[in-house]
């Protein structure tokens, strides 16, 4: 059975989001839905590629559909008892263009394209010509497919999807259209580095969710106080921390210009963003922040926290960078020590001990680590 989409080249592979599932993950999306397939269910995978979420043996009604026609002609080949379309599955969006009524148990399942056109990350390859309806329109296509899922009114919900649609504030506010209908009830945090072809940096944390229909949804205090599980064991939740967008600015202040003595840090995202960036930078642009300087402990601590960031696990990967304040500042001399090694210029603006030795400031800072991080500990 061809179950990777050999077709494509890469940078189409990336428009489309085909990328093959491993068997593990399709098995977790069917044994999370089994309880609740009935006589009048329908499981439909909207972005099938080759269909390999349907290599799992069950007794239900199943239908597949892909934009890309050659895939539909495969899962056809590999999975002939499936009823395949070729359609695409943003625009015009109903339950008709699948012919499933509205007194159907809807259940819908895969891994839907995520492809944020506004990243950085491999964006000169991106693009965004699919046709989208109005109201499910995003700059991301996962998100856009989370509403195109509510607009098919579906019962049930088992996808992949990246960690950051929910536990990002701004991204979780732009599915709202999903979020006041549907509940996330249970899940499990799985590698993205486990994915041929996907991750050939960083890895980010994807969320297998499972959601519910239901008539409150869900708001962010929700995911706030959702403990999140790991593939291999660990369990988190945002409340767990203490993050330093609570005691600096992440992004620069509008028509501010900056002054001849003035410190310069770039925007901040999450961890792993700061991995890929810069920190301190002594030339203003759009995405530079002028620091207050009674504030500069923290971006101190930012730009340490960069260094020792490769002790973190890849599930905190979209996470804003946390801190906990009052162990920071009994440890602040250590951080101060080892940022003048990097960035010579900060010795004008901060009192250090030059009898702290680099060895004795890294070993202080790795215990701070290893109480902030806990058990996550990497």
């Not at 963003?273 to 009674?294: E, M, P, Q, S, W």
Request: aromatic share 16%.
């Amino acid at each position: 059975m061809i179950t990777n989409q050999r077709h494509l080249k890469y940078k189409d592979k990336i428009n489309l989001g085909a990328f093959y599932t491993p068997q593990e993950y399709v098995n977790i999306v069917w044994n999370k839905i089994t309880p609740f397939l009935n006589s009048k269910s329908i499981v439909l995978d909207s972005s099938c590629g080759y269909g390999n979420f349907f290599n799992y043996k069950i007794d239900c009604q199943k239908k597949a559909n892909d934009i890309d026609l050659i895939a539909v002609e495969q899962t056809k080949r590999n999975f002939p008892e499936v009823e395949d379309f070729n359609r695409n599955s943003l625009s015009n969006v109903s339950r008709e263009m699948f012919n499933i009524s509205d007194n159907d148990n809807l259940i819908i399942i895969g891994n839907p394209p995520y492809n944020d056109t506004t990243s950085i990350i491999r964006n000169k390859i991106k693009k965004n010509d699919t046709q989208i309806d109005y109201d499910i329109k995003t700059r991301d296509f996962g998100m856009s497919f989370l509403l195109s899922y509510a607009k098919l009114n579906a019962d049930i919900i088992c996808v992949l999807h990246p960690l950051s649609y929910l536990i990002k504030k701004a991204n979780f506010n732009l599915l709202k259209k999903f979020t006041n209908n549907y509940k996330l009830i249970d899940s499990v945090i799985i590698d993205s580095g486990t994915f041929k072809e996907t991750s050939k940096g960083i890895s980010f944390p994807i969320v297998i969710a499972l959601y519910k229909k239901d008539n409150f949804g869900m708001d962010y205090q929700y995911i706030q106080n959702y403990r999140f599980k790991t593939i291999d064991g660990h369990n988190f939740a945002l409340i767990d921390f203490d993050f330093i967008p609570n005691y600096i600015n992440k992004y620069p202040l509008k028509n501010k210009i900056p002054k001849e003595n003035d410190i310069l840090f770039w925007t901040m995202r999450d961890i792993n963003a700061l991995k890929r960036n810069r920190t301190f930078v002594h030339k203003f642009g759009y995405n530079t922040i002028i620091i207050d300087k009674n504030k500069l402990d923290y971006y101190i601590y930012v730009d340490v926290f960069k260094q020792f960031s490769y002790l973190l696990p890849y599930y905190f990967g979209n996470l804003d960078v946390f801190i906990n304040n009052n162990l920071f500042q009994k440890y602040k001399k250590y951080f101060y020590c080892e940022i003048i090694t990097r960035h010579s210029f900060l010795k004008k603006y901060i009192t250090y001990n030059e009898n702290v030795s680099i060895q004795e400031a890294k070993e202080n800072i790795l215990n701070y680590f290893k109480i902030l991080i806990g058990e996550h500990y990497n």
